[in-house]
């Protein structure tokens, strides 16, 4: 199956929830694929939106009720190898996944998803980060809105830089969590990451 591939905006950390914004009424697609019908470039751009899903409702996976399946997160560090947690793993096993960064190293995250029966709107990556039980970080990375696909899609996180110094050393528990506009929660998970003075 071929990949599409998302890459996040810059984020604005200071202003990440806007108490006035309003998500959108959820439509189902079919009423959202009938609905200007006879306007050819929006027909092209609902075509170029989502795919195989115009001709009908895309299913992934018969038994998981939800629109979206969260698959895989890897890290991505400079001059590294991409790694992977496989998130199809019971919670217990995730639990012990953790990753290793080298001190000040640059890295993203990388999620991999299959959205199926709707569209999802306002998808979002969230997670907090904690040292020995203090929250020191959080992040709130708006992914965008995803028609129904049979391909698996991924969205990349902007480029961020490890703790470094001697008091940043150490292991981080992380808990990340998949929501969108509707406060639909699809998966939450934890994972570990230690930063160390080297690999």
Not at 11 to 31: C, G, I, Q, R, T
Not at 123 to 145: A, P, T
């Amino acid at each position: 199956m071929a990949e599409q591939e998302e890459t996040a905006p810059e984020v604005d950390h200071e202003d990440e929830d806007n108490p006035n914004y309003k998500p959108p009424a959820p439509k189902p697609l079919e009423e959202l694929i009938k609905q200007d019908a006879e306007d050819e470039s929006l027909r092209k751009y609902k075509e170029a939106l989502l795919g195989g899903s115009l001709s009908g409702n895309v299913i992934v996976d018969e038994k998981n009720p939800n629109k979206v399946i969260v698959q895989k997160l890897s890290l991505l560090a400079e001059g590294r190898d991409e790694i992977f947690i496989d998130l199809t793993k019971p919670e217990e096993e995730i639990k012990k996944e953790c990753f290793t960064l080298k001190e000040g190293c640059k890295y993203q995250i990388k999620i991999y998803f299959f959205v199926q029966r709707e569209i999802v709107s306002g998808l979002r990556y969230e997670h907090k980060v904690y040292r020995k039980g203090i929250q020191v970080d959080k992040m709130k990375q708006m992914m965008g809105s995803y028609g129904p696909k049979a391909d698996l899609q991924s969205f990349t996180t902007q480029q961020e830089d490890a703790p470094s110094g001697l008091l940043m050393r150490g292991d981080y528990k992380i808990k990340s969590r998949f929501v969108d506009d509707d406060q639909n929660e699809y998966v939450t998970w934890e994972w570990h990451l230690a930063v160390k003075k080297d690999w």
